[in-house]
């Protein structure tokens, strides 16, 4: 029988009491409530950690059908911020210590006669519990809440518990599949079947890539049968080609059915070496970002379709191979994506730094367990992480970990994520977090510095607080967050022992009081918490060739930068050169820096000579004249408005045999480079790739603002519970360039089957914003309004109920 979703009607009291528990509660204090949801909205920033701290209280009635009496009846809940006990009818039947994986709860011991039974929860979000990932600061907050899906399965007395898939041997033709398929119990007469499937949704319209298999039916003689079946011609997983298959598992008894599951499984070799990287026999260089589950205003709690989001935006936006789901198990939902997608993930046990007392690695380890058992048949994780995150050796706790990881998952490396070097390697891979580079020093530590020369080695972080970076940070401190992207990614890609690396990290968060800049924000992403782009995102972007990719360091203006001075130009483009037109006047075409950054994919392009050659066309200057001028203006603007001595000697050397006063020089320096006093510029930068132009941004005094939004879908969809869509709202100019320093406020209303998420009224920050709107559980037309100072705008949404 197929999952019955519960992630309606319920609810909720900030405070637990027992009445909650009994068959008839006070209902008065509480307030009905959607999953997955969050204990307290909070503010975009400034506030404190204590307000999700709390013991709270979440009730449901389920109704028992009576063909159901007599089976098992699995209630699971995929996430429930931090320590869950779960009464059915009053009578505590689960506790569960980790907020970030799932759990079961079989109902049926627990029922009592008539329909209606009672499931409550007290849920205690307190960062006081003896339990990962508590125990001293965390550079993130932790939230609470049911925040994940919860669901009813209704299962014959024999049932199946658990599948295990794997596909060793995938690089020959007779590919192999090992499918360890575990009963809650033994019964007599039992026989498994299994089918394989191409899952539809991502094949190919062309029917003849479409497969099936059948496999022989086998006598069942354990709990756990072990099956190893051929399976020729299965198309391989790939980051490229994701080619995901459905295998079905039947049980039947006595010649009946009495069971059925389904898991999406995916043919992949994978292997961290001491070269690096292979999928399916081929080095493939990771490169990927950080991400935290969270959101502004809600905190963990996000349906499916968010989380799929910041999926796509990894690959599509972030141009990543890799995401590295930091500190913790993160949504089944997004990991699925990652299957669909071929973005490949490194996952990792709860827990940042601290390693507590007996009790608390106790439930780590239980955490291992429920972190490989209910993960390890997606095809897109490639390494366990079985340390805590940054924590010390601990030889005894992580021997365990890592074999425990290596019994339930024998074909996975194990990784632990350490800042310190020669720490003692317990697991597969040395994965380091490398914050080395600070601006003017070597971008990665060397490897054999940190970790033994044979090891296979991985570098989990970099950048981050080394620098962090607001969206309304002034040009030159966003470009320098950018460059510092381009160091790390250039030196890793052109290291032959380093697998890759995943940067701190994919979006800005909230963070407690310990960390962050004092706003409860550690501004350390190359997005910001709504998801939009810095301008270190392009660097990422630009690495893949997906689409035509053309973002430029600067917006222009000469008064963004001391003395007026604004220096070189960056681009970050994956095309093979860049044209600049200064108004129609071909300035020059420039090329990818392959000198600093040759090891990149595409290397950004610097633009360092805004004048080309008007001052021989227009000034009637000799060739070796203009460059010997130019040359000086260069130094002038790379320091900030002035030469040093040296330079001062030669400018008055070349002043006087050119019989130019300094006057006229630095009139020159006006004209063409600050370009004061011209009252059209613009700047137009065009991407050229096998000799055409692919992509073209001007850039020129803002003379018009308007709003951009755009929402990731109109039509809400509920299936299981709420939907949400994610709208982006950015200031533009006419060339569609972000003004950013634009502030200003916008409200929001919705009416009809929409509802908001967050504020009626926020500010944009650096040039951007965002919001959330979320189906109200009917279907029908909404409408979100956006008002500004100027006036307003309307997206149109369609909710549809499936479910
Ligand atoms: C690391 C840590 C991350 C984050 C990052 C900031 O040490 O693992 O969680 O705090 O620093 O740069």
Redesign the pocket.
């Known amino acids: 029988m197929q999952r019955i979703y519960l992630n309606d009607d319920w609810y909720f009291k900030a405070q637990f009491t027992e009445d909650l528990c009994g068959p008839e509660a006070d209902l008065s204090g509480t307030e009905k409530v959607r999953l997955p949801h969050t204990v307290r909205e909070t503010p975009f920033h400034y506030f404190d950690e204590s307000v999700y701290q709390m013991v709270s209280g979440y009730r449901r009635e389920i109704l028992i059908k009576d063909e159901w009496r007599g089976k098992h009846l699995l209630l699971t809940f995929e996430g429930a911020a931090h320590e869950a006990r779960v009464f059915v009818n009053g009578v505590s039947a689960a506790v569960h210590y980790c907020g970030y994986t799932a759990f079961t709860v079989d109902l049926a011991p627990y029922l009592v006669p008539g329909e209606k039974q009672v499931v409550a929860v007290r849920l205690d979000s307190r960062e006081s519990l003896d339990q990962p990932p508590f125990g001293h600061v965390i550079?993130?907050m932790t939230y609470g809440g049911i925040y994940r899906d919860v669901y009813l399965e209704v299962k014959n007395p024999c049932y199946i518990e658990d599948i295990y898939a794997a596909t060793p041997d995938v690089l020959r033709d007779d590919k192999t599949l090992k499918v360890d398929v575990t009963l809650n119990e033994m019964a007599p007469d039992l026989e498994l079947s299994m089918c394989l499937d191409t899952w539809t949704e991502t094949a190919p319209e062309d029917p003849s890539l479409l497969q099936h298999w059948d496999f022989e039916p086998e006598k069942v003689r354990f709990k756990t049968s072990c099956l190893t079946e051929e399976v020729n011609g299965a198309y391989l997983w790939s980051t490229d080609y994701p080619f995901l298959y459905v295998l079905t598992v039947t049980l039947k008894q006595a010649g009946q059915a009495v069971d059925s599951r389904q898991v999406r499984i995916g043919f992949r070799e994978i292997s961290f070496e001491k070269e690096g990287f292979y999928l399916n026999g081929d080095l493939l260089k990771l490169r990927g970002l950080?991400r935290h589950q969270s959101w502004p205003y809600v905190g963990y709690a996000m349906p499916k379709a968010p989380q799929q989001l910041d999926a796509d935006m990894l690959k599509y936006e972030l141009g990543c191979n890799m995401v590295r789901t930091?500190?913790y198990p993160q949504s089944q939902h997004f990991i699925d994506r990652c299957d669909e997608l071929g973005l490949l993930v490194f996952t990792e046990i709860p827990g940042?730094?601290h390693i507590g007392g007996t009790r608390w690695k106790k439930i780590a380890v239980r955490n291992v367990r429920e972190m490989v058992t209910q993960y390890r048949n997606h095809p897109s994780i490639i390494l366990w992480g079985v340390r805590i995150?940054?924590s010390v050796d601990d030889d005894a706790f992580y021997h365990k970990t890592n074999q425990l990881a290596h019994e339930l998952d024998y074909y996975r490396q194990t990784g632990g994520?350490r800042?310190l070097k020669g720490s003692h390697l317990y697991e597969d891979v040395y994965t380091f977090?490398d914050?080395i580079h600070s601006g003017h020093n070597r971008a990665v530590t060397d490897r054999d510095k940190a970790a033994p020369s044979d090891s296979p080695y991985f570098i989990s972080?970099f950048?981050?607080?080394?620098y962090p970076t607001k969206a309304f940070d002034d040009e030159a401190h966003r470009l320098e967050q950018a460059l510092r992207y381009c160091r790390v990614l250039d030196a890793v890609e052109g290291s032959e022992d380093i697998a890759g690396c995943t940067g701190?990290?994919m979006f800005d968060y909230n963070?407690h009081q310990d960390?962050g800049s004092g706003d409860r924000v550690?501004y350390?992403g190359v997005m910001d918490m709504f998801r939009n782009p810095k301008l270190a995102a392009a660097v990422y972007k630009s690495q893949s060739d997906a689409e035509p990719v053309l973002e430029i360091s600067s917006s222009m203006n000469i008064g963004e930068y001391a003395a007026s001075q604004m220096g070189d130009i960056y681009v970050f483009t994956n095309a093979d050169s860049v044209r600049l037109y200064k108004n129609d006047l071909l300035i020059g075409e420039f090329y990818p820096d392959e000198d600093r950054f040759g090891s990149m994919p595409h290397p950004p392009v610097i633009i360092d000579d805004l004048i080309g050659d008007q001052l021989t066309e227009k000034e009637g200057l000799s060739e070796d004249a203009a460059d010997r001028l130019k040359a000086l203006f260069k130094e002038y603007t790379a320091r900030g408005g002035e030469l040093s001595p040296v330079a001062m000697a030669r400018a008055a050397a070349f002043l006087k045999s050119r019989q130019l006063t300094f006057e006229e020089a630095a009139a020159l320096c006006n004209k063409y480079i600050s370009t004061w006093g011209d009252s059209a510029i613009s700047w137009r930068f065009e991407a050229v790739k096998d000799g055409q132009v692919t992509a073209v941004r001007v850039k020129g005094p803002a003379h018009e603002r308007m709003l951009r939004i755009t929402a990731d879908r109109q039509t809400l969809c509920e299936e299981t519970g709420y939907d949400v869509a994610t709208i982006h709202i950015e200031a533009i100019d006419e060339n569609g360039n972000r003004l950013p320093y634009y502030q200003e406020p916008v409200c929001f209303e919705t009416e009809g089957a929409i509802g908001l998420i967050g504020p009626a009224m926020i500010s944009l920050q650096g040039g951007c914003a965002g919001t959330y709107v979320r189906s109200l559980g009917r279907s029908g037309s909404g409408t979100l309004t956006v008002k500004d100072l100027y006036g307003e705008a309307k997206v149109a949404f369609t909710v549809e109920l499936k479910g």
């Open positions: 550079d993130y950080n930091s500190h940042w730094q995150n940054e994520v800042y977090n914050f972080e950048n981050g607080h080394m701190w990290c963070t960390f550690c350390h």
